[in-house]
T-cell receptor, first 114, second 114 residues
Framework: AQSVAQPEDQVNVAEGNPLTVKCTYSVSGNPYLFWYVQYPNRGLQFLLKYITGDNLVKGSYGFEAEFNKSQTSFHLKKPSALVSDSALYFCAVNSGAGSYQLTFGKGTKLSVIP | EAQVTQNPRYLITVTGKKLTVTCSQNMNHEYMSWYRQDPGLGLRQIYYSMNVEVTDKGDVPEGYKVSRKEKRNFPLILESPSPNQTSLYFC?????????????FGPGTRLTVL
């Protein structure tokens, strides 16, 4: 079975400050990890993914994420937050072991305060 | 423009009245999937399809049906809707298997069952 946890329902950060949105996962094999963002009244948009290789993954809009196998984490980061980054962020995992399912976390609402 | 479309975008119906939510993609994607989004629960997968005539259950398939007769279309059918199916529904597609490829999401269908 595969699962993903986003321990924070909401994260508040001041504009210009660095932001981190946390994600931990549980899979039986090697994970395939994704971050998606959902702006109000919109569908989800892909931000970045980790499949293999470099543990630091860079994605859209200046976001990056670090894969940490020992801590089973895949935290989303950005050096300097913008008000326009305010949205709902979802982490997702696939075990890759012949699984065709993508399991999403419950989401973290990011609010960037001007 | 590459996109996933869903219709209707909003629907209010009554218990037991059969309904279909359509989903169509113009990217020639093999993989398509349906999710429901509920507050505090994130996205949960209902059904997915790896290709034409190939479908499988996700995490919450009860009360739903799907079909994949054409590559571009993946309708979601509620034979006898109940109030607990009130939710925000998203269709998504991706090239080949979702394991490796990011999913493209439709704009969502907000369903209310009275």
């Amino acid at each position: 079975a595969q699962s993903v946890a986003q321990p924070e329902d909401q994260v508040n950060v001041a504009e210009g400050n660095p932001l981190t949105v946390k994600c931990t996962y549980s899979v039986s094999g090697n994970p395939y990890l994704f971050w998606y963002v959902q702006y109000p009244n919109r569908g989800l948009q892909f931000l970045l993914k980790y499949i293999t290789g470099d543990n630091l993954v860079k994605g859209s809009y200046g976001f990056e994420a670090e894969f940490n196998k020992s801590q089973t984490s895949f935290h989303l980061k950005k050096p300097s937050a913008l008000v326009s980054d305010s949205a709902l962020y979802f982490c997702a995992v696939n075990s890759g072991a012949g699984s065709y399912q993508l399991t999403f976390g419950k989401g973290t609402k990011l609010s960037v305060i001007p | 423009e590459a996109q996933v479309t869903q219709n209707p975008r909003y629907l209010i119906t009554v218990t037991g009245k059969k309904l279909t939510v359509t989903c169509s993609q113009n990217m020639n994607h093999e993989y398509m999937s349906w999710y429901r989004q509920d507050p505090g629960l994130g996205l949960r997968q209902i059904y997915y399809s790896m290709n034409v005539e190939v479908t499988d259950k996700g995490d919450v398939p009860e009360g739903y049906k799907v079909s994949r007769k054409e590559k571009r279309n993946f309708p979601l059918i509620l034979e006898s809707p109940s109030p607990n199916q009130t939710s925000l529904y998203f269709c998504a597609s991706s090239l080949e298997l979702a394991v490796y490829n990011e999913q493209f999401f439709g704009p969502g269908t907000r369903l209310t069952v009275l």
